[in-house]
């Protein structure tokens, strides 16, 4: 007769690990080398930028300050004591365009915030509402939309007056219509989810149900689209500083050094070139930055 074992131990296999949608996204993240670099370009523009200027200028001494001018140093080339060379004034390139990086990369900062603040409210409100207000919110985008951006900051600027807090909040406001679209569309798709019609069953207010369950659930596309943003809220600074409605001398910004550089490139390239190269790496570095955020951030694409 064979015999029973009995009260043998079970074997528990053990659970595997759940991973958040976030962890998820920063593993595919990390694994786009190109988005990677651009973030870690990025990272090294802004510490350069904003620690570059001093430590030069407490190397080299004063005449290593962005604002300090020796007409007898004008236009001197590219060498071992200036390593961009000079400007028209015999001031420093490098410390002007490391400033010109604290200008440009803090409009786009800044800017992008004011558009985000204004864009995600105001589309969150219309989609979550419906009916005559989203038509209304909409049909009053729709108007923006149709004014030229451009006229509209340089009007701004001219009827307040030109400073750089200004210059944040002009751009600002001409750049949230297409994340209001965006979280627009986000929040009607997502209202119509069991998770809302649970929480308006338990009697949350409709503030607390946009800002701690609807908005949390829509940040991939919102995260994506200001990365997109910061690049074109850049570009419209520098063109503004073309018109000559940028940051005012003895300032700099990317834009403004461009603009100077392009006056007296044929003779001088390396007013041109040097902020540029160092423009475009900007550039490049955020839309790495914001493509590998969107794959990263995209649920079917980690479905696939």
């Not at 990677?36 to 802004?46: A, E, T």
């Not at 050094?257 to 390396?270: P, S, T």
Request: charged share 15%; net charge positive; hydrophobic share 55%.
């Amino acid at each position: 007769m064979p015999s029973v074992v009995k009260n043998s131990p079970a074997v528990i296999v053990p659970a595997e690990p759940g991973s958040s949608l976030w962890s998820d996204a920063w593993h595919r993240l990390s694994k786009n080398r190109l988005a990677v670099l651009g973030g870690g370009m990025l990272l090294i523009l802004g510490l350069v930028s904003l620690l570059g200027p001093p430590v030069i200028s407490a190397l080299g001494g004063a005449s290593y300050a962005y604002n300090f001018t020796n007409l007898d140093n004008a236009f001197a080339p590219p060498s071992h004591l200036h390593l961009f060379g000079t400007d028209q004034l015999g001031r420093d390139l490098l410390v002007r365009v490391l400033m010109g990086g604290r200008i440009s990369l803090g409009v786009g900062l800044c800017a992008t915030f004011v558009a985000l603040t204004i864009g995600v409210v105001y589309g969150a409100i219309a989609g979550y509402v419906g009916g005559k207000t989203d038509a209304v919110m909409m049909r009053l985008v729709d108007i923006i939309y149709a004014l030229p951006f451009t006229i509209f900051v340089i009007l701004l600027m001219v009827f307040f007056g030109r400073n750089i807090i200004l210059l944040f909040v002009a751009i600002g406001a001409v750049e949230w219509l297409t994340m209001a679209r965006i979280v627009r569309g986000q929040i009607m798709s997502l209202k119509k989810m069991e998770f809302i019609e649970a929480a308006r069953s338990l009697g949350l207010s409709n503030r607390r149900i946009i800002f701690r369950h609807l908005l949390p659930n829509a940040l991939g596309p919102i995260i994506v689209y200001t990365t997109l943003t910061i690049p074109a809220v850049m570009l419209l600074e520098a063109f503004l500083s073309f018109l000559g409605l940028g940051v005012q001398p003895p300032m700099s910004s990317w834009g403004t050094l461009i603009k100077d550089g392009a006056e007296k490139m044929e003779e001088f390239w390396w007013l041109l070139v040097f902020p540029g190269a160092i423009f475009s790496l900007a550039l490049f570095s955020l839309n790495f930055l914001g493509d590998g955020l969107r794959d990263a951030l995209d649920v079917r694409a980690a479905k696939d």
